[in-house]
Structures are given as structure tokens and as C-alpha cells.
């Protein structure tokens, strides 16, 4: 489970943008993901939505790893949300 700290950031984190690459094929869903995450700015939070639940283009387009961090990953109705903050 989440630590006291981490359910406290949750809990605050403000989405800033939401991005839905259900259905996307490869390469198309990748690269709509590294454009938008490139965008935001720093400390700026996107949601991703998928139909896969451990996309390799999501874990893909965390790298580097100390340029974006995974802060949930839940499924509602049968998607997966992401919500990623860029560092």
C-alpha cells in the first residue's frame, strides 16, 4: 500500500491534462504520448487513459526516469488511467 506521504500527494495532485490513446495502435499512441508529455510543463500532471494495462508505450515514454513520475496507475470500467508528473 501508499505510504501516509504519497496518499497526501494523490490526494492534492491537480490534473492538468487529460490524454485518451484507447484504441491507438503503436507507433501512433507513443508518439502522441512523448509530444504531450513534452509539452507540459514542470510539475505539470497528465492522466493518461488506455486500453492496455501495462502499456509499454506508457512505461516507454517515462524514460528518463528522473524526468517523469508514475504517481497512480488505477482502472475504472475496464480502462487503465496513468497519472504521470513531469519533474
Do not use: W
Not at 490526494?11 to 491507438?24: E, M, P, Y
Not at 505539470?44 to 506508457?58: H, R, Y
Amino acid at each position: 500500500g501508499l505510504v501516509g506521504s504519497e496518499m497526501c500527494i494523490r490526494d492534492r495532485i491537480k490534473i492538468d491534462q487529460v490524454l485518451n490513446i484507447a484504441g491507438l495502435l503503436q507507433p501512433q499512441s507513443f508518439f502522441m504520448l512523448r509530444k504531450t508529455l513534452e509539452k507540459i510543463k514542470r510539475g505539470g500532471v497528465l492522466e493518461i487513459v488506455s486500453d492496455q494495462k501495462n502499456s509499454k508505450n506508457i512505461q516507454r515514454s517515462l524514460y528518463p526516469e528522473n524526468k517523469y513520475m508514475l504517481i497512480e496507475k488505477k482502472e475504472v470500467h475496464g480502462l487503465f488511467h496513468y497519472t504521470i508528473m513531469k519533474n
